[in-house]
């Protein structure tokens, strides 16, 4: 089974990436890169080129992402990247965020299936002359799980190379428990099995299910739960290796593995970042997720794992950080 890191935008950007791919080499067949918008007619912003050029990206498959609504700016944004160099684009329609929303983007497009249509018939003719594949990342609509089915209607008439289905709505956010048997439905109906599930994968226990229930699926896609568990992509290898089930308890190398991970992008960021606020902004972004590794039990370790979030939370200097990080370390 393929495993795909989720984009996320800002926190699995090229610095991730690199030290993500440097630690858990091999572990994860394609990284989806955060979205990005159409930068005037210039297509791809300087910013946006940095993160995207395969030189910044070495032996890493990476698919970028785009967010758009219209087909002019999508051409745009295709011939740019395909002058970077990628064969393979995935149009965002899922963001659920309010800004984006409101201006019709992400999950805010699903509400114009008939406006989405137009866009993705005009998207795949560009891509077809550019000889670039076209994936599609969606939800299940923005209000009413009853939407989809008329939006699976119109993805499968179109030749994606990949559909990747995150079963919540718009309204649910991130938070709200996964729709699974409309991600069902969509699996029973499919035109062919490249249809791919994502949501709310944390354990490596969940993978044997997953793979017994869809079975044929060619990857599954995670975001979230590489981050609580950044060694999670390699339990799930050694699972498969071993045709266990998988234990969701890591061992000692794993733990390993996740502080110098851990480590390695803390001193990427200090080395690149401008300055230490920026650098502990991101670092808290990414123990937000990684927290889940600590468990706030009822015993002494719970506790103090708990004292040592509320730390890294409200540190405002390395030293306050450091600390708190220490006290983890220590298990
Ligand atoms: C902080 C954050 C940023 C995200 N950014 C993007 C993005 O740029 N593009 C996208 O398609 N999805 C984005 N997502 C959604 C994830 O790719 C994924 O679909 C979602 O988190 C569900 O999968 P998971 O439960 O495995 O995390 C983001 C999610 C989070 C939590």
């Not at 890169?33 to 005037?40: H, L, Q, R, T």
């Not at 008439?157 to 991600?183: A, C, G």
């Not at 990414?286 to 468990?295: C, N, Q, V």
Request: charged share 30%; net charge neutral.
């Amino acid at each position: 089974m393929k495993l795909y890191f989720a984009p996320m935008e800002g926190i699995t950007g090229r610095i991730f990436r690199n030290t993500y791919e440097s630690v858990f080499t091999g572990q994860i067949e394609t990284y989806f890169a955060p979205f990005i918008s159409c930068a005037d007619k210039k297509g791809v912003s300087r910013k946006d080129r940095r993160e995207l050029l395969p030189q910044n990206n070495p032996g890493i498959r990476l698919i970028p992402q785009v967010l758009e609504n219209r087909a002019e700016e999508f051409g745009y944004l295709a011939q740019a990247l395909k002058q970077l160099g990628y064969d393979e684009i995935n149009v965002n329609l899922g963001c659920p965020s309010k800004t984006v929303v409101s201006k019709g983007r992400g999950a805010g497009f699903l509400k114009d299936p008939e406006a989405l249509d137009r866009f993705l018939e005009a998207a795949f003719e560009t891509c077809e002359k550019s000889k670039q594949r076209l994936s599609i990342k969606t939800r299940l609509g923005m209000e009413e799980t009853e939407e989809f089915e008329r939006l699976f209607e119109i993805y499968q008439r179109y030749p994606y190379s990949e559909l990747i289905i995150h079963p919540r709505l718009q309204r649910d956010y991130y938070k709200f428990p996964v729709r699974t048997v409309f991600f069902d439905d969509a699996w029973e109906k499919r035109k062919n099995d490249q249809v791919i599930y994502n949501g709310d994968i944390t354990k490596c226990s969940q993978i044997a299910a997953l793979k017994e229930k869809y079975p044929g699926m060619p990857a599954l896609m995670i975001g979230r739960g590489f981050l609580m568990h950044p060694y999670l992509a390699q339990m799930i290898r050694e699972s498969e290796e071993t045709e266990n089930s998988g234990s969701d308890q890591p061992s000692p190398e794993h733990v390993k593995k996740l502080w110098q991970f851990h480590d390695s992008l803390y001193a990427a960021y200090k080395e690149e970042m401008p300055g230490m606020k920026v650098v502990l902004f991101k670092m808290k972004e990414l123990w937000f997720y990684l927290g889940e590794s600590f468990p706030i039990t009822d015993d002494e370790a719970g506790k103090r794992h708990k004292k040592a979030l509320k730390q890294i939370r409200k540190s405002q200097r390395y030293e306050d950080f450091d600390g708190a990080v220490m006290q983890l370390r220590q298990g």
